[in-house]
């Protein structure tokens, strides 16, 4: 069984920047990719970033050059870095590992990955 659990949200005011953390119990760097993913009130959640095994990594357009995702694997820990924050960037924010398919176009996918954590929340203010 993997846990995983996301810390680092918080309030910021328009171009700031946040780290996320998300922590997993068990080998979650076993799994073939993991990924950040976020839901706003009213909306579906959607894929912000994946991290495949070898590295590679996925963005949605949205968040192109303002967020990188890493990993550390001696931590377990899947980071989520975010700069130059918008009020659009405010969601509820998961991590998630394991997909049921393995493969770099699935890493945005959320109906592919089989653990999750609770979520952090960010807000952004203008």
């Known amino acids: 069984q993997v846990q995983l659990a996301e810390s680092g949200g918080g309030s910021v005011q328009s171009g700031g920047s946040l780290r996320l953390s998300c922590v997993g119990a068990?080998?979650?760097?076993?799994?073939?990719?993991m990924g950040w993913f976020r839901q706003a009130p009213g909306k579906e959640r959607e894929g912000v970033a994946g991290?495949?095994?070898?590295?590679?990594?996925r963005y949605t357009d949205s968040v192109k050059g303002r967020f990188t995702i890493s990993r550390d694997a001696d931590k377990n820990t899947l980071y989520l870095h975010m700069n130059s924050l918008k009020p659009e960037d405010t969601a509820m924010y998961y991590c998630?590992?394991?997909?049921?398919?393995?493969?770099?176009?699935?890493?945005?996918?959320?109906?592919?990955?089989?653990?999750w954590g609770q979520g952090t929340q960010v807000t952004v203010s203008s």
């Open positions: 998630a590992a394991r997909p049921r398919t393995c493969g770099w176009w699935l890493l945005l996918d959320a109906s592919q990955y089989m653990y």
């Open positions: 068990g080998n979650i760097f076993s799994s073939c990719g």
């Open positions: 991290i495949d095994d070898v590295g590679d990594t």
